[in-house]
T-cell receptor, first 114, second 113 residues
Framework: KAGVTQTPRYLIKTRGQQVTLSCSPI?????VSWYQQTPGQGLQFLFE???????NKGNFPGRFSGRQFSNSRSEMNVSTLELGDSALYLC?????????????FGPGTRLTVT | DQQVKQNSPSLSVQEGRISILNCDYT??????FLWYKKYPAEGPTFLIS?????DKNEDGRFTVFLNKSAKHLSLHIVPSQPGDSAVYFC????????????FGTGTKLQVIP
């Protein structure tokens, strides 16, 4: 099976711009979760989508949003970018809801905001 | 509020010796714990997990111990190998099953040949 893929792998944006990141889960997986990784903060949970519905949400401002399509692919959008949004954004998929077992992570998208 | 804490940002161990990575949590409602390993430029990969009804789970060189009264879990790697050098994340899930997974800040393990 192909693993979780994320595009793009690297991105440089300017403050105030918006960005859309994409994630394709493992075939057959219906749950996609998004995490932000920054030095010293570990993986901070953004949100989880299951069968096109947001099931859980982390403590991030409304500038962070996402969606899931009928083929389980997911996108994450960040509007009005801030310098502090520079991070590695990881997507993870699982066959059931994320809390029911292990997740499979993609390689991440490295976002740099200047 | 960091509910899952890995207080050691880094750890160095000689090849062949035991590596012990520690994790503390504050929420007694966590009922399932996982360890993930992350190499640079790759996403985390699942390593081992343990349910709160157990106090030990073993998989080859990796053993996870859970002390519920102390709200503490540890990952033991025996013997440590250079390929084990990576960042290790501890994660926990709230009871109920349909809850988000909370990750710790990670511990960078270096195994010295």
């Amino acid at each position: 099976k192909a693993g979780v893929t994320q595009t793009p792998r690297y991105l440089i944006k300017t403050r105030g711009q918006q960005v859309t990141l994409s994630c394709s889960p493992i075939s057959g997986h219906r749950s996609v979760s998004w995490y932000q990784q920054t030095p010293g903060q570990g993986l901070q949970f953004l949100f989880e989508y299951f069968s096109e519905t947001q099931r859980n949400k982390g403590n991030f401002p409304g500038r962070f949003s996402g969606r899931q399509f009928s083929n389980s692919r997911s996108e994450m959008n960040v509007s009005t970018l801030e310098l502090g949004d520079s991070a590695l954004y990881l997507c993870a998929s699982s066959s059931g809801l994320a809390g029911t077992g292990e997740q499979y992570f993609g390689p991440g998208t490295r976002l740099t905001v200047t | 509020d960091q509910q899952v804490k890995q207080n050691s940002p880094s750890l160095s161990v000689q090849e062949g010796r035991i590596s012990i990575l520690n994790c503390d949590y504050t929420n007694s409602m966590f009922d399932y714990f996982l360890w993930y390993k992350k190499y640079p430029a790759e996403g985390p990969t699942f390593l081992i997990s343990i349910s709160s009804i157990k106090d030990k789970n073993e998989d080859g060189r990796f053993t996870v111990f859970l002390n519920k009264s102390a709200k503490h879990l540890s990952l033991h790697i025996v013997p440590s190998q250079p390929g084990d050098s990576a960042v290790y994340f501890c994660a926990a899930r709230l009871s109920g099953g349909y809850q988000k997974v909370t990750f710790g800040t990670g511990t960078k393990l270096q195994v010295i040949p």
